[in-house]
């Protein structure tokens, strides 16, 4: 894997725009399971799929518990750090593992940073009426059934993108930018099958950029990479840091 990463260091190291793109496969690394583990996949569980669908949730009763979007939102709070820096190695912001099934997609310029978050985050709420920001009460962790939006008395959801919905406009605008125009693209923990997430990496190509791809297992993606990482994130991207800082 030493070429690999030497090949990815020059061209990191020699990029004036890159773009990373980060999946939930990074959080696995911390405990928080993938959703597509085929024996310890959130998809695994009937009841945890049915959240991901607008109207099974926030109707589901139960608020609280393993099963829930509450229940998520505790597994991944007290999960800790990994030992990857996705921003970093492409001289961004370090990418977080607060978020869950979120494609995250961090921005470099003169070395300015941006994160956009494409599936929102679970440690958000809004109104699944009026989209009014809601800050979770003592009271709501341990309820029953979701709390009741002050406004207009919708209830409250997770501020994520549940399948059928768009994903949010101005996410959406300033990362199809991004790929447009960074020089390398670094793809980090991400299946490469969920779109239109997943376009990212392809129209980055067109648009004459590089793909490095970190990844366990070979994806989609995986042909269209200029390098191609088959390791975890925790040891390609401390490894590829070394790199970059040695100069």
């Not at 070429?3 to 004036?16: F, I, K, S, V």
């Not at 725009?17 to 085929?38: I, K, W």
């Not at 309820?143 to 994520?160: E, F, K, M, S, W």
Request: glycine share 10%.
């Amino acid at each position: 894997m030493h070429e690999q990463l030497a090949a990815a260091a020059a061209l990191l190291r020699d990029a004036q725009a890159v773009a990373c793109l980060t999946g939930v496969g990074v959080s696995a690394e911390s405990g928080v399971a993938t959703f597509r583990g085929a024996a310890t996949g959130l998809w695994s569980s009937s009841t945890r799929s049915s959240l991901l669908r607008r109207r099974a949730s926030p109707q589901t009763p139960a608020w609280s518990g393993a099963g829930t979007w509450n229940g998520c939102k505790n597994l991944v709070g007290a999960a800790q750090p990994g030992p990857y820096r996705a921003g970093k190695a492409g001289r961004a912001s370090p990418s977080s593992t607060s978020s869950r099934r979120t494609s995250t997609t961090s921005t470099k310029r003169g070395g300015s940073f941006t994160v956009y978050h494409l599936h929102g985050s679970i440690t958000r709420y809004r109104c699944n009426r009026c989209a009014a920001p809601y800050t979770l009460q003592p009271q709501d962790i341990t309820a029953q059934t979701p709390p009741v939006c002050p406004r207009c008395r919708g209830l409250i959801r997770p501020d994520i993108v549940w399948f059928g919905e768009m994903l949010p406009r101005r996410e959406m605008e300033e990362t199809w930018r991004a790929a447009r125009e960074c020089e390398v693209m670094l793809v980090v923990g991400t299946s490469g099958i969920v779109y239109p997430a997943a376009q990212l990496p392809q129209l980055a190509l067109q648009h004459g950029a590089t793909i490095i791809e970190i990844n366990p297992e070979p994806t989609p993606l995986t042909p269209i990479a200029g390098v191609a990482l088959q390791a975890p994130s925790g040891e390609a991207l401390p490894a590829l840091l070394e790199l970059l800082d040695a100069g």
